[in-house]
């Protein structure tokens, strides 16, 4: 075949539906629970938006994002994440004016130019939340808890929660200065990214997965050991939390997260498995954020996970997925006479709420084995001779059982069924 899914991409065939109407209806209910608000956002923005939040010495900036200019000669990006566009979206429409916190969450499509591997894609999509406007530690206790519990409520349950605090504006100078001075007398033993990583963006020196770099970032300043005393009371209380919560966890002290826009507290969640595409669930504060895009100061905490890793996730683990019984009925006919009893019916079905489909044009056995290869429930059969006896014949397909019903009743035997 000539067409393909573009390289990084995927089609979500209807078997997989399953899977995400089971994630989506879980985000959903357990977001509200926590009184977040569902928000959308458009696919593309202002590439400034990105360089200014993202930062544009990451690599997302760099070398990943899906950046093209518009026929107005503005310079556009596809969203590479989803909190950037999340927080122009609170400062554009006034919501800083609104009773703070502002709660949002959703559920939409990214982009990146990142190289294909098992649980990455150019074309991804994530769950995600952002509180902005409230500074306290409890924030960020309810924040990783929602995205701990959301994955509990799923079946995941073999997860590791890894914390740690970056500090702030006031206390990671001295930090990134103590970090930049170590790299200096290793330069000749890291990698060629790290090696441009140390002037550009040094907290992503420990984010490196490359073999040669995990001796130099296991000897390497911690940031916990340099936070001012505002940020060390505000770690100390979300491990207090955490812990009245019954959450385990474990400090990271090489946990960074790759963005510039974070601060304070980052976290990720993952399975008790190695490699970088294994975390499902990432996140932390980003108290400047607002500033850096417009607005005015505004504290922000957040997460975004991977839809598509919580279902490898969900297969890993063979978690068994509830397949609700649609309850649909096939109509059956034969013959352009029954054919119209069945289109009649089945409008009527769909109009009272039920759901109803029509059998191909082809003979009865056809049919019926189009019925299984869907998963009708029912099957009303109708043809000329039941017609002139004035009855349908309705198979259930789980039992075999099959009845004749009089066609001024039909409707009313079938509508029963969702108890309609």
């Not at 995400?20 to 202002?46: C, N, Q, R, V």
């Not at 701990?148 to 990671?172: P, T, Y």
């Not at 490359?210 to 936070?227: F, G, H, M, R, T």
């Not at 957040?302 to 490898?312: H, N, S, T």
Request: glycine fraction near 8%.
């Amino acid at each position: 075949m000539r067409f393909q899914t573009p390289r990084g991409t995927k089609d979500i065939l209807p078997e997989e539906q399953i899977y995400w109407h089971l994630i989506e209806s879980t985000a959903t209910k357990m977001a509200k629970s926590y009184g977040y608000s569902k928000i959308d956002t458009p696919i593309f923005e202002d590439t400034d938006l990105f360089s200014r939040s993202v930062g544009d010495s990451t690599d997302i900036l760099e070398k990943e994002t899906y950046t093209f200019v518009d026929r107005g000669g503005d310079s556009l990006t596809l969203r590479p994440e989803g909190t950037a566009s999340v927080a122009r979206a609170y400062v554009q429409n006034g919501m800083h004016n609104q009773p703070q916190p502002i709660k949002l969450y959703y559920i939409f499509q990214n982009f990146r130019y990142e190289r294909p591997q098992a649980g990455r894609y150019r074309a991804f999509n994530q769950f995600g939340v952002e509180a902005f406007g409230e500074s306290d530690h409890y924030i960020d206790s309810e924040i990783i808890e929602l995205a701990w519990r959301f994955l509990i409520a799923l079946g995941i349950n073999d997860l590791v929660l890894s914390i740690n605090s970056i500090g702030c504006i006031d206390c990671r100078p001295e930090y990134t200065s103590n970090l930049k001075s170590y790299y200096s007398n290793h330069r000749n033993s890291i990698c060629n990214d790290c090696d441009r990583r140390v002037d550009k963006n040094p907290l992503r020196l420990l984010d490196c997965k490359n073999d040669p770099c995990q001796s130099i970032i296991s000897d390497a300043p911690k940031s916990v050991k340099y936070l001012c005393k505002n940020c060390e009371t505000h770690f100390i209380a979300i491990k207090t939390n955490l812990d009245l919560l019954h959450i385990p966890f474990h400090i990271d002290n090489c946990l960074v997260r790759g963005l510039d826009y974070y601060s304070k507290t980052v976290f990720e969640i993952a399975p008790p498995t190695s490699g970088r595409t294994s975390v499902i669930a990432g996140g932390g504060r980003y108290d400047g954020l607002i500033e850096q895009i417009g607005g005015s100061y505004t504290p922000g905490i957040g997460f975004a996970m991977g839809i598509e890793r919580i279902i490898d996730n969900l297969k890993r683990l063979n978690i068994p997925i509830e397949k609700k019984d649609p309850k649909c009925i096939l109509l059956a006919y034969m013959g352009e006479i029954s054919k119209t009893h069945a289109i009649k019916i089945a409008s009527l079905i769909r109009q009272s709420g039920g759901s109803a489909v029509l059998g191909p044009s082809r003979g009865l056995k056809s049919q019926m084995k189009y019925a299984s290869s869907i998963d009708a429930s029912y099957v009303v059969i109708i043809g000329d001779q039941e017609i002139e006896k004035g009855v349908y014949k309705i198979k259930n397909l789980s039992t075999s059982e099959q009845i004749e019903i009089s066609i001024d009743k039909a409707v009313d035997y079938l509508l029963n069924i969702w108890d309609l």
